[in-house]
């Protein structure tokens, strides 16, 4: 089945530094892929769907400079964090999609996201 | 997308089928109804989806109301490791496919 690899799991930084994450489909290649986070005991909340080789297009109220997206080949995106502070701290996951065909949009298929957390 | 309503929480005993409800009033004709469920601390894991036929497949099977207004999520034989939150969405073909999440169903498996 389709597979979505995140890297790294987990992360620890300072406070002022920036934290790539990336997010890959492994059997698949990928037009587009989203970016979501998670604070504790909510549900996901979308940030921003990223387009292969184009801009990003992020959520209202998701600020695109702190939060620069890449999306520079077909099984690759990476979110990054800039300039984190304690309140980024979250859990990050991403997610892909073969694309439309078939029944409808072929499902997403989602990382095992990236804890986050900023000292 | 339309947007869904699902019970806070559910028990289930061990061995026995869990059947999770979903209100979707609002669905338009061309979307589907996705189901997912999340583990502590890993991604959401797809389960199914349908658009009005039911559906089945090795995890589950998928019952939508004619009307298509409500669906319902049958785990035929729960196990602890069922044990998660289950979240149904409601997914168009615009908005470039992508997937907004309610609150879910909290899902607990008992022995």
């Known amino acids: 089945g389709a597979v979505v690899s995140q890297h790294p799991s987990w992360v620890i930084c300072k406070s002022g530094t920036s934290v790539k994450i990336e997010c890959r489909s492994l059997d698949f290649q990928a037009t587009t892929m989203f970016w979501y986070r998670q604070f504790p005991k909510q549900s996901l909340m979308l940030m921003a769907t990223?387009?292969?080789?184009?801009?990003?297009?992020?959520e209202q109220g998701v600020e695109k400079d702190k939060f620069l997206i890449n999306h520079a080949s077909l099984t690759l995106s990476t979110l990054t964090v800039t300039s984190a502070h304690p309140e980024d701290s979250s859990f990050y996951i991403c997610s892909a999609s073969r694309g439309s065909g078939g029944q409808g949009y072929s499902p997403l298929h989602f990382g095992n996201g990236t804890r986050l957390t900023v000292t | 997308d339309a947007k869904t309503t699902q019970p806070t929480s559910m028990d289930c005993a061990e061995g026995r089928a869990a059947n999770l409800p979903c209100n979707h009033s609002t669905i338009s004709g061309n979307e589907y109804v996705y189901w997912y469920r999340q583990i502590h601390s890993q991604g959401p894991q797809y389960i199914i989806h349908?658009?009005?036929n039911n559906e089945t497949n090795e995890m589950a099977s998928l019952i939508i109301t004619e009307d298509r207004k409500s669906s319902t999520l049958i785990l035929p034989h729960a196990t602890l490791r069922d044990t998660a939150v289950y979240y149904c969405?409601?997914?168009?073909?615009?908005?470039?496919?992508?997937?907004?999440f309610g609150q879910g169903t909290t899902l607990q498996v008992k022995p």
């Open positions: 349908g658009l009005k």
């Open positions: 990223s387009n292969e080789g184009s801009k990003a297009t992020y």
């Open positions: 969405i409601v997914r168009g073909l615009g908005n470039t496919g992508k997937l907004i």
